[in-house]
């Protein structure tokens, strides 16, 4: 009989991804599909449709699936053996939503091994263009939501964040109010992780506690949706949001489809899909005092956290590993296409001109700062490029160098004072884990850990949240035995020291820091309050 394996999936803004670990956790394959290069059918850019009012941001949702036919196939013809598969758990961008239309989960259970999944259920979504985290065009849905439970800082109390653009329940709310017979024709709405995970199931998954608490209608400490905030976005939606399940839950076995197209055995356990920070989480095995930065299409900053109190800034996620503690994250939304745009503009699009820039410039920039958000941030709220001399004046352009390297000490600058504002300190013990595409840049990850003043370690792979729903696939089968996630990965590789601070940075980014702050105020997003508009 074939080795046991476990596979992790990742569906994550620009491609899908998968991940195959042995008994021993050692990765035995590795594969993706890139949307914008392997379906140009759909015409995305970097994964998604940024719409003409350049606030929503959609992906289409057949591209996921279509994806998904593509990369069981590309591991056929490589040989792969899903016999051997015993489980597996997976891992989607946070926040984006999938409408299922009345009656598709008829089409989901009866799909035909004979076909792709794609074509089966083409016609099975109300809304074809999925609202994505990128989408910010929920502004006044997130105001009455806020409104409806008492203010900004009850809803973070109650569901870890205070009202944001992308989270699910005013993406939701905006779909009910714009367009009430589509919603009225929608039988379930799924987040892409649960999305995923019930293509798999071949019936409609549930949303797990960690993911579910990025749509602020999960009360975090209770664990169960909260009726007012439900009520406040759409009627009905308890039953088309299912109830809502830990991160480690066995959903059943693998649907029919898959041990008839591809040689599934039919006990593969499918373990609840999460979100892919929460899945990075797992796959990063942070300890306590440990800082995860990810590096991908969004940049994010996570941490686990015991005791948290959630506040106006930054997100509390229910923990994917540990039922009883907490993931505090900060999102930044310019975060590797925002380098890549630099990277086009300054350095020919190569990442070793980018690298080379920041080899041939000294850490610290000479005092030049900068402010790059091409698209409206999360954190801060700030849009635009704001760059400042070393007397804090305003000028209109950097020497190519200095750009790249005033992009990339911002980018962290502005990583470490969130966290601090999180209540984050940096202490000698400190390690920060980096994950993600751009981890693959040493140059980056020097930056990273002058700004820090703290050692930079990666994992084997960067698809942290691939390795991680792997890793949870295997936790899901064993937990009910009270096996907990860190003892399942005790034989996996510790993540390996990459950087370390340079000597003297601490003293030298310590008054940097303060003033990117003190810039950070001016650049702040402050639109005029209407009544005093004339
Ligand atoms: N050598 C590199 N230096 C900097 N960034 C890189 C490098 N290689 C890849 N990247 C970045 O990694 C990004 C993709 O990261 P990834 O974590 O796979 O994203 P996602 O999971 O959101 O699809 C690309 O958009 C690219 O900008
Ligand atoms: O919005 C968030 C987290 O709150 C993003 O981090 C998304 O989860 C997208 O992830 P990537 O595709 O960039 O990994």
Redesign the pocket.
Known sequence: MAAPCYLGW?F???QLKVIAIDEQLRVIYEDNVHFDKDLPEFKTQG?VYIHSDRLTVTSPVLMWVKALDMILEKMRSSGFNFSQVKALSGA?????SVYWKKGSIQILKNASSELPLHQSLKGCFSVSNSP???DSSTASQCRALEKAVGGAQQLASVTGSRAYE?FTGNQIAKIYSQNPEVYKQTERISLVSSFAASLFLGTYAPIDYSDGS?MNLLQIWEKAWSKSCLDACAPGLEERLGCPVPSHSVLGPISPYYSQRYGFSPDCKIVAFT???PA?LAGMRLQEGDIAI?L?????LFLWIQEPTPALEG?ILCNPVDSQTYMA?L?F?N??LMRERIRDDCASGSWDEFSKALSSTVAGNNGNLGFYFDVME?TPEAVGIHRFNRDNEKVSNFPKEVEIRALIEGQFMAKRIHAEKLGYKVLPRTRILAT?GASHNKKILQVLSDVFSAPVFTIDTANS?CLGSAYRAIHGLVDERNVSLADVVKLAPEPRLAVTPAPGAQELYCPLLKRYAELEQKVIYNPVPSCLVK
């Not at 991908?296 to 994010?300: A, E, K, R, V």
Request: hydrophobic share 20%.
């Open positions: 990742d994550s803004t620009q994964g989607g961008q946070q926040h984006g994505i985290w990128m992308r990025g979100g892919d920070n990075s990810s991908g299409t969004s940049d994010t997100h994250l999102c939304k975060g590797s999360i993600g949240a």
